[in-house]
């Protein structure tokens, strides 16, 4: 199990990162746009990686390449929210595809996803962190080398604990 906790460090076995986190810290996700990171325990249920910036990523969880038209809807309104959709879309959105490294490797957690709650909070990611580690608006952010060493390790079963 990786262990995310609130002092800002993620551990795996014998690996320990800082991490980044939301704003608002670890609490328990109460709506969309709170800058939390969700207490609780949390399964991988996919990964997406730039292909044209990591070229070599070993894991055996299964890879989705992030495309242009790639983006996830945050719009709780729309029957689509919490979930991946094709730009471009008037519906509220975060761009897969970035300008920034951000989202080069993304491991979408299955918060908020079944059944998925409208206005409850969406992608709950484990992503790429700024260089500085800056807060992020509720997911989970180490640095790129650091998530391509952890995702070498961890199997399609591993759990995240936060707390």
Not at 116 to 130: E, M, P, R
Request: glycine letters at 6%; one cysteine or more; hydrophobic letters at 35%.
């Amino acid at each position: 199990m990786i262990i995310v906790k609130k002092s800002g460090y993620l551990k795996y076995k014998n690996l320990k990162f800082q991490c980044a986190l939301g704003k608002a810290g670890i609490k328990n996700k109460k709506m969309e746009g709170d800058n939390i990171t969700p207490k609780g325990i949390f399964e991988i249920i996919k990964i997406y990686y730039r292909a044209d910036k990591i070229k070599d990523i070993r894991t055996s969880i299964k890879k989705i390449k992030i495309k242009k038209d790639m983006g996830w809807c945050d719009d709780p309104n729309s029957r689509f929210y919490n979930k991946q959709i094709k730009l471009p879309t008037k519906l509220g959105h975060e761009k897969l595809f970035r300008n920034d490294d951000l989202y080069d490797l993304i491991l979408v957690l299955n918060y908020n996803i079944n059944p998925i709650i409208k206005n409850k909070g969406s992608a709950i990611f484990l992503h790429v962190a700024t260089k500085n580690l800056d807060n992020t608006k509720g997911c989970i952010a180490i640095l790129k080398k650091d998530l391509i060493a952890l995702l070498a390790k961890i199997k399609k079963n591993t759990k995240i604990k936060v707390s």
